[in-house]
């Protein structure tokens, strides 16, 4: 039995529909393909730029900046001074309104409150002569030098400062320990 015209027409369209959907459909996907490649690349958040170290080494906070690596030996940290060798600027070691640093000590906790436990052996960068010990040195006069915040950075897995002197420290955690780059002192 033979279909009248219009039936046929009816069919053949009926028939069409599947196939011009999917024309489409694969018209809108190469569309979007080609969007999304001229696109610039989406920014990807990384929660450890978001991180601020020295959020806590001000009003009692008592946190320090250094870089450390969670259950690492070592807590390279700065240990900042208001002119009195015995007593530190802060519990953790680091405060930030203290505007000179007299070592770089490997041990700090952070949050101590109290008298705090950091600063058991702090290194300093020196470039002049010895003339005494710097343990002797009570008011922080002859060995601490000054810095500028503008010098200082703190990330999360970083911190470096420029003391006044023009030396750079800056230093990188590691488990056992925390690399840094030799560095020469200035020329006095």
Known sequence: ??????CRAARRAAAAVPAALGLALAAAQAVALAMAAAAPPSHHLHLADEVDPLIGTANGG?????AVVPFGMVQWSPETTRGDATRAAAPGGY????????GFSLTH????????ASGDVPFMPHGGAVASSPAADLRDQVYAERFSHANETARAGSYRV??????????APARHGSPSPPASPPRC
């Open 95 to 102: 405060a930030y309104d203290a505007r000179r640093v007299r």
């Open 1 to 6: 039995m033979r279909l009248p015209v219009p």
């Open 162 to 171: 420029v003391l006044e002197s023009g030396w750079p420290r800056r230093r």
């Open 62 to 66: 008592n946190t320090f900046p250094g």
């Open 109 to 116: 906790l952070s949050g101590t409150g109290c008298r705090g």
